[in-house]
């Protein structure tokens, strides 16, 4: 992947996270849907927010972690192609999110 490609894919995953809505999300722990609605748009808001990726060692914004409510949340970005099976970032397209319980 070239250099121009990487930040372009950055800029992408960017604008996705900080668009997110529910419907984005394709898989949700179930501790974490339990707790609620108002939890879950609480976990978004807070990752369209996320400014820090210290743990994004390949630095495409596609994993995080927050926290909400003392609860440690990570989630990733997922790439599909257009038969919805996985894919590289650089032929990806299309965009979902997974969201789950930190250990």
């Not at 900080?18 to 898989?27: G, K, Y």
């Not at 609480?42 to 596609?62: C, K, M, P, W, Y």
Request: no cysteine; aromatic share 8%.
């Amino acid at each position: 992947m070239s250099p121009k490609d990487f930040d372009r894919i950055r800029r992408e995953n960017d604008r996705f996270r900080q668009s997110l809505n529910d419907a984005d999300v394709i898989l949700w722990q179930a501790d974490l849907v339990r707790r609620g609605s108002d939890f879950r748009d609480a976990v978004l808001r807070t990752i369209r927010e996320q400014s820090n990726f210290e743990g994004d060692v390949v630095g495409l914004h596609d994993w995080g972690t927050v926290v909400v409510d003392n609860q440690s949340i990570e989630w990733t970005l997922a790439y599909l192609d257009r038969n919805a099976e996985a894919a590289p970032p650089d032929l990806a397209n299309r965009r979902v999110m997974v969201i789950a319980s930190s250990r």
